[in-house]
């Protein structure tokens, strides 16, 4: 299931984070999905985060817990790559906040390892242009160009994010020292993890500074497998996946099977463009990740509402391909994504609850209005997790715990 913990009812950890934890294993799944856990901008969107490895404090139940120095000696010393960094950028504090969000998110991931749940994190390809990592490693990054990405179906215009782009030619000195840091510090907070925007590795949208939109960017290469490589080669096998959605070629397929790595199957986007469509169910392979919608996609009750009739018709025709009787809209499309042959099924907290538009989280290309829905306490009923627990079952997805 994806939620972010900033949609749990308390907006914290703590508590709450561990009732849905067992709410998560009484319902019979074995995956939390989470967004980056590093400090938000001003609008709440964790993709432009002040820092690439810091967590953020807010997310804390007990910010005043309090610190011993040798808890504080023992955090430096374990992420002394980037911890003195982050201090000068966030002041007084910043230590302490850092090992109370360990030391909390630690808790809670070993009690969610504990009853069978594990944690798929999230890396943003970017990060912010005012971010510590920019001050700290200018260096790094590209003048005179940001990050977006051309016109898709999310965006007429194209999405213009503004994020710095990293000299990828500068990175490779030291052997892409920076990533294989960053990647080590995510890794060590969650059991796996979702590469956003990975076809950047591929190629990148590059827009020149001050554009008015991302239509006037151009593709650039990126560092193909080298920066993953350098990571495998230091830290082992990285247990990742490839968000590979948008604007995809074949050569950013070529690059994630040659990396190994699962790619995202996205069911609201499986209606249109021909047989071949790889988001069709029936063209899912098992190394992947199958989605009714992502934190970018309308909920699936919003998404069915505003289908037309041609759509709802395919929709159907999934429906009985797969041997889905129809029901609601939205555990139509639950039951689809089980049916998946992908190994991983994943649909967001809101689905399950048959919440409308409403309830989105984001609407790509827009600044406002977006990362502030939160569950209600109480909302996830034992009725609901026994509901998913069926179908779970029913798919042959349950896990032996």
């Known amino acids: 299931m994806l939620l972010h913990p900033t949609s749990l009812p308390g907006g914290r950890l703590g508590e709450e984070a561990r009732r849905f934890v067992d709410w998560l294993a009484r319902a019979g799944q074995s ?26 404090a807010g997310l804390v139940a007990e910010p005043e817990a309090p610190v011993s120095e040798d808890e504080a000696l023992a955090f430096r010393c374990r992420n002394a790559y980037w911890i003195d960094d982050w201090i000068a950028f966030a002041g007084d504090g910043a230590l302490a906040d850092q090992v109370r969000f360990e030391r909390e998110w630690g808790a809670l991931r070993r009690y969610a390892a504990g009853r069978g749940v594990r944690i798929l994190g999230d890396v943003p390809i970017f990060v912010s242009d005012d971010s510590a990592d920019v001050v700290a490693h200018a260096e790094l990054f590209q003048r005179g160009v940001v990050a977006g990405v051309p016109p898709d179906d999310f965006a007429a215009d194209g999405q213009l994010w503004g994020n710095p782009l990293y000299d990828w030619r500068r ?36 827009v020149p500074e001050g554009a008015a939109t991302a ?15 350098a990571a495998e080669a230091e830290l082992g096998a990285l247990p990742l996946v490839a968000e590979d959605l948008g604007v995809i070629t074949p050569a950013v397929v070529r690059l994630r099977e040659q990396l190994g790595l699962p790619g995202m199957c996205v069911l609201q986007f499986s209606l249109g463009y021909g047989p071949e469509n790889p988001h069709r169910v029936h063209n899912h392979p098992e190394r992947a990740v199958a989605y009714t919608g992502t934190h970018d996609n309308d909920t699936a009750v919003g998404w069915w509402a505003a289908l037309d009739h041609g759509h709802r018709r395919a929709l159907a025709k999934a429906l009985a391909a797969a041997g889905i009787a129809p029901e609601a809209p939205h555990w139509d499309l639950i039951r689809l994504a089980f049916s998946s042959p992908a190994r991983i099924a994943i649909v967001p907290a809101q689905d399950p609850l048959g919440l409308g538009s409403e309830a989105r989280l984001n609407v790509p290309g827009t600044a406002e209005g977006n990362w502030s829905w939160r569950l209600e306490a109480g909302q996830l009923t034992d009725e609901l997790a026994e509901r998913l627990r069926q179908v779970t079952a029913a798919s042959g997805r349950l896990s032996p715990r």
Request: with cysteine; hydrophobic share 40%; proline share 8%.
């Open 31 to 56: 995956w939390w999905q989470v967004l980056p856990l590093g400090p938000p901008d001003t609008a709440g969107s964790p993709y432009k985060s002040a820092s690439a490895f810091a967590g953020w």
């Open 171 to 206: 990175m490779r000195i030291d052997g892409y020292r920076w990533w294989i840091e960053r990647l080590r510090r995510t890794l060590e907070l969650v059991d796996a993890a979702r590469v956003d925007h990975f076809r950047g590795f591929e190629a990148y949208w590059s």
């Open 215 to 229: 239509r006037e960017g151009c593709w650039r290469p990126g560092p193909g497998a080298s920066v993953l490589r």
